[in-house]
């Protein structure tokens, strides 16, 4: 009769004392954690990372704000200056007004009641009326006896003067128009040559 211990299918029962489980042998791998980085070389990294990270932030904050300055910029000007247009029509009915006040006879003595009320009235008009330009920022600006400024006025003749010194406004056929301080218009000018040869 054989013996039970020999037989093949109770030869697998149990391993074999001293022999190694593959298995075994990677769970415990697995579980254990090679320290490559010391603890304050690991510290350092991530100081590093957080000053990055904070440095990018700051920078894209800096940025959004440059872009919100813009946008406010480019909208306060379009709420300006959108009326520009506008504005310049407006001040060609101011120079007609004052162009049809400088057409009535110089004021005298005894002139006939009429024009006195006429002229009275266009002077009523015309304050008025820059009162009302004033308040939304246009703007007039009589050049005068001033020196020639090419930012403002436009050259229109060139002559000579006893009066005033070369390059000064002798004359302005109209002034200077702004609008909130931007130059809306030109002055039509004469400039000093200076004094005339003699």
């Known amino acids: 009769m054989p013996d039970q211990n020999t037989h093949p299918e109770h030869s697998h029962d ?22 490559n980085v010391s603890a304050e070389d690991r510290i ?14 700051v920078r894209s904050e800096a940025e959004n704000q440059n872009v919100r300055n813009r946008a406010k910029r480019d909208l306060e000007d379009a709420r300006q200056y959108t009326i520009q247009k506008f504005a310049k029509d407006v001040v060609e009915a ?14 005298t003595d005894g002139e006939d ?6 002229r009275e009235g266009i002077e ?27 930012n403002l006025h436009q050259a229109m003749a060139e002559q000579p003067s006893d009066q005033h010194e070369s390059g000064h406004v002798i004359q302005a056929w ?6 909130k301080g931007r130059l809306l218009k030109p002055a039509m000018v004469v400039v000093s040559k200076g004094p005339s040869a003699t």
């Open 14 to 35: 149990a391993p074999e004392q001293g022999v190694e489980n593959p298995a075994m042998n990677e769970q415990t791998s697995n579980t254990e954690t090679p320290e």
């Open 44 to 57: 350092k990294a991530l100081e590093a990372e957080v000053a990055d990270l904070k440095d990018r932030w």
């Open 94 to 107: 101011a120079e007609n007004l004052k162009r049809g006040l400088a057409s009535l006879p110089a004021k």
């Open 113 to 118: 009641e009429l024009i006195s009320k006429l």
């Open 124 to 150: 009523g008009t015309e304050r008025s009326f820059l009162n009302i330009l004033e308040r939304h920022g246009i703007t007039s600006e009589d050049p005068t006896g001033k020196p020639f400024d090419a």
């Open 174 to 179: 109209t002034p200077a128009w702004l609008l």
